[in-house]
C-alpha cells in the first residue's frame, strides 16, 4: 500500500469508529460525543467520497435538531451521553424540538457547502432529489439568519455568543468579552486566584493538558454568556434589547455569503423559488461587506453589533473573505501578500492568529495552532482567486501535519506538535477530500 493510499484508509477509519450506527458522527469520541453542525458539515465533505448515503445521512440528521423558526442549532445531543446538555435548557424556547435537546445556538452555515459538495459527486437524477429534499430545510434556516440576525437590515448577521463563531476564544470575541462582559464573580474569582478550582470539573481538562483548552476565566465567560442567552429563552429581540457580547462576525458572514451562492444555485437547479425579501436581503450581503474593510490595517474585521465599531484583532478570520468569494482580485491580492508577510509566516500554515498578536500562542485552541478547516476554506478561497500554488501549500502543509501525527484536532504552527482531541473526526475528513480533490 503506498503512503497516499495509507493515510486515506487511516482517515476512513478515523470516521468509522466515530460514528455512531452510520447515521451521524461524533467529533471526538470522549471530548465532542454529540452532533455538531459545522463538524458534521465538513465531516460530509470527506465522507461524500467514501460512502455518499452516509455522507447524505450525517447532512439529514442535522436537520432533526432545526427549530420551528428555522435555526439549526450548533449541537443536537445524543441519547446516550449527558456532557454539557444542562446548560441549554432549550425547551425554555417554544420552537425548540420537544422530542431530543439542542443548544440554544448556531454555528457557521456550511450546511449549503455540504449539500453542493455531496450533489457534486451525484448524477442529474440523484443531485436533483438530493436537492430536493433539503431545500426546504435549507431555505428556512437562511429565512432565520435573515429575519431574526439581521436586525438592521443590511445584509450583515450578527452572532449573540463566541461559540456560534466555531472559533470559540478567536482573539475577536474575546478581546471584547475582556472588555466589559466578563460578570463581577467572575472577576473576583480571578482576582483571589480561586479560578483554577474549576479546571478540576472540566470535561475538556479531564482528558487534555489545560493549557490547550481556553483559559478558564474565558470558559467561565462563555458559560455564563450561555446562561444570559437561557434567561432570555434564546429570544433574538430580547436578547439584541440589551446586547451583551454581540459581534458581526467576518468568518460566519464570508461563510454566509458562499452559502447563499450555494442555495441560490440549488434553487435554479431545482425549478424553485427563494422569497423575494430573503434574496433581495441575501444581495445586500457582499456590499455590506465591504464595510468592513479598514483602510488604516488593509484588511476586514468584524464588527461589535451595538457600538459599530471595527474589532481590529488580526485573527484567521481575516482571510476567510477570499472563500466568500465576492471581494475585488485587488483586496483578495492584499489578503494573499499578508498571508505571506512575516507575522504570518509559520513553519506550518495557517495560525489562528499571527505571532505579533498579543492572544498568540501556539498550543490554545483558536489562538494560534493550525486547524484543518480553516485551511480547507482558505485554500478554496485562494483557488477561486487563482492563487493555486498558494492553495497548494495549504494543503500540502495540512496533508503533511495529519500524515506526520494523526487526526488530532489542532497542530503548533511553530513544530507541528499535534493538541487537542483525538482523533477529531473534522481533520480525517477534510484530509479524504484535499487527497481526493483535484488541486
Ligand atoms: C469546539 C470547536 C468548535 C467545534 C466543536 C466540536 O468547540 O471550537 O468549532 O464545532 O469543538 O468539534
Known sequence: MDGQTKLLEYCKAVLDNNSVRGGWTKPAPNLYPHQWLWDSCFIAIGLRHHDIKRAQKEVKNLFRGQWKNGMIPNIIYGADEHYGDDIWKSKVSKDAPRNLKTSGITQPPMLAEAIVKIGELLNQKDRKKWYKDCFESLVRYHEWLYRERDPRNDGIVTLVHPWESGL?????????????????????????????????????????????????????????????????????????????????????????????????????????????????????????????????????????????????????????????????????????????????????????????????????????????????????GLKRYGYVNEANEVIKNSVTLVNDHGSYEYFSPLDGRPSGAHPFSWTAALTIDFLKSDT
Open 168 to 380: 470559540d476564544n478567536s482573539p475577536v470575541w474575546m478581546s471584547e468579552m475582556h472588555q466589559n462582559q466578563l460578570p463581577l464573580w467572575i472577576k473576583t474569582f480571578k482576582f483571589m486566584h480561586l479560578h483554577n478550582i474549576f479546571n478540576v470539573f472540566r470535561r475538556n481538562t479531564k482528558y487534555l493538558p489545560a493549557y490547550e483548552r481556553i483559559d478558564v476565566i474565558d470558559a467561565l465567560g462563555l458559560y455564563s454568556a450561555a446562561r444570559r442567552l437561557r434567561r432570555k429563552q434564546y429570544n433574538t429581540t430580547k436578547i439584541l434589547r440589551h446586547t451583551q457580547l454581540c459581534i458581526e462576525d467576518l468568518a460566519f458572514n464570508s461563510i454566509l455569503i458562499r452559502a447563499n451562492t450555494h442555495l441560490e444555485d440549488i434553487a435554479k437547479e431545482i425549478n424553485q423559488e427563494i422569497p423575494g425579501w430573503l434574496r433581495s436581503r441575501i444581495k445586500k450581503t457582499p456590499h455590506s461587506l465591504e464595510l468592513l474593510w479598514d483602510e488604516s490595517t488593509q484588511q476586514y474585521s468584524s464588527r461589535n453589533y451595538s457600538t459599530f465599531e471595527l474589532i481590529k484583532e488580526p485573527t484567521i478570520m481575516t482571510f476567510l473573505p477570499l472563500y466568500a468569494g465576492t471581494i475585488s482580485a485587488s483586496r483578495a491580492k492584499k489578503l494573499v501578500e499578508l498571508l505571506k508577510s512575516r507575522a504570518w509566516s509559520t513553519k506550518f500554515l495557517v495560525p489562528t492568529a499571527p505571532k505579533n498578536s498579543k492572544f498568540f500562542s501556539p498550543t490554545r485552541y483558536w489562538q494560534g495552532p493550525v486547524w484543518i478547516n480553516t485551511n480547507w476554506l482558505i485554500a478554496d
